[in-house]
């Protein structure tokens, strides 16, 4: 965590009932917000989500609010409104790169903005900032100014108890934060409303890997033609509703390999649904360029 942040309100809250996020396209998931709560608590940055319209939706009105500094410049200065636009100029500008860019607001706090994408369309904005470098200046910019509006150093003194990292650890924390968005969006927590239609069928399959589902029972499942539901998992999955079927069963396979040494190649193809041992060891070589045995010896080598 920084060196300081007092000001900032990072007391673990109990209890906190999380709202599910909807752009026009999008489900985010309410696990979003908690993860951006925890990271938040460990490091003391603030992190704000914005939909692809650039309104923030999270955190709300009644959330975690902006550290002390920032809304003294926000309201006793009056600067809302360029502190928007900038947060709107830095969005088109990650846009523009298709990747998290980080830079110095005007009044002097880090802040970095990372455009979202899932199955290629924005889904929205994720910004991590109010907090400084300490090779950066210990002054404000806007220091002066208010000492001689108001003859008082107070907007100074919450510059300095604002959270600090040193260069070095900021980079690392950013690094950590692409990784973390990553894993947010590999996991679906982020997806196209779409995805909703077909992930009672996905969690079925994730739930039995032992047992094959038709394409008609998914169909009924989801209470949808068979042609849909092989146009939304061709759209959500990049994979015809067979082949994400047969992945999602071949990666239960592997995991099973790597983290059962002792079990049989037989047992484990088995409780994936393939009842012949031969045509497992055929399918799995296709998926992993290697016979289930060498894949184990080769994880069992690794370690």
């Given at each position: 965590m920084g060196e300081n942040c007092k000001d900032m309100d990072i007391s673990i809250k109990t209890c906190v009932i999380y709202p599910m996020l909807t752009t026009l396209n999008h489900t985010i998931s309410q696990k979003?917000?908690?993860?951006?709560?925890?990271y938040t608590e460990l490091h003391g940055a603030r992190i704000s989500f914005f939909g692809p319209d650039r309104k923030i939706l999270y955190p709300d009105a009644e959330g975690r609010t902006n550290?002390?500094?920032?809304?003294?410049?926000?309201?006793?200065?009056?600067?809302?409104?360029?502190?928007?636009?900038?947060?709107?100029?830095?969005?088109?500008?990650?846009?523009?790169?298709?990747?998290?860019?980080?830079?110095?607001?005007?009044?002097?706090?880090?802040?970095?903005?990372s455009p979202l994408f899932t199955e290629g369309q924005l889904a929205g904005f994720?910004?991590?900032?109010q907090f400084r470098s300490r090779s950066a200046s210990e002054t404000s910019p806007y220091a002066e100014k208010w000492k001689q509006t108001r003859g008082n150093n107070k907007l100074q003194q919450a510059f300095e108890k604002s959270t600090v990292f040193p260069?070095?650890?900021?980079?690392?924390?950013?690094?950590?934060?692409?990784?973390?968005?990553?894993?947010?969006?590999?996991?679906?927590?982020?997806?196209?409303?779409?995805?909703?239609?077909?992930?009672?069928?996905?969690?079925?399959?994730?739930?039995?890997?032992?047992?094959?589902?038709s394409l008609e029972e998914a169909a009924r499942m989801t209470v949808r033609s068979p042609s849909t539901v092989t146009?939304?998992?061709?759209?959500?999955?990049?994979?015809?509703?067979?082949?994400?079927?047969?992945?999602?069963?071949?990666?239960?396979?592997?995991?099973?390999?790597?983290?059962?040494?002792?079990?049989?190649?037989?047992?484990?193809?088995?409780?994936?649904?393939?009842?012949?041992?031969?045509?497992?060891?055929?399918?799995?070589?296709?998926?992993a360029g290697c016979s289930p045995r060498e894949y184990r010896e080769r994880n069992n080598a690794e370690r």
């Open positions: 979003v917000a908690e993860v951006f709560d925890l550290c002390s500094y920032c809304r003294m410049l926000r309201g006793e200065l009056g600067l809302e409104s360029c502190c928007r636009e900038l947060d709107r100029k830095m969005m088109d500008a990650a846009l523009q790169e298709s990747e998290m860019i980080s830079y110095t607001c005007h009044g002097g706090m880090r802040e970095a903005v994720v910004m991590i900032g260069e070095e650890k900021i980079e690392m924390l950013l690094a950590m934060f692409s990784q973390l968005l990553e894993l947010i969006l590999r996991s679906q927590l982020i997806h196209h409303k779409d995805y909703d239609l077909i992930e009672p069928v996905t969690e079925w399959i994730q739930q039995h890997p032992e047992q094959v589902l146009r939304l998992f061709k759209k959500m999955t990049g994979r015809s509703f067979k082949q994400y079927q047969s992945f999602f069963r071949l990666q239960r396979a592997a995991e099973l390999l790597k983290n059962q040494p002792s079990h049989p190649v037989a047992v484990i193809a088995q409780s994936v649904g393939f009842d012949d041992p031969l045509y497992f060891s055929r399918i799995f070589h296709k998926h």
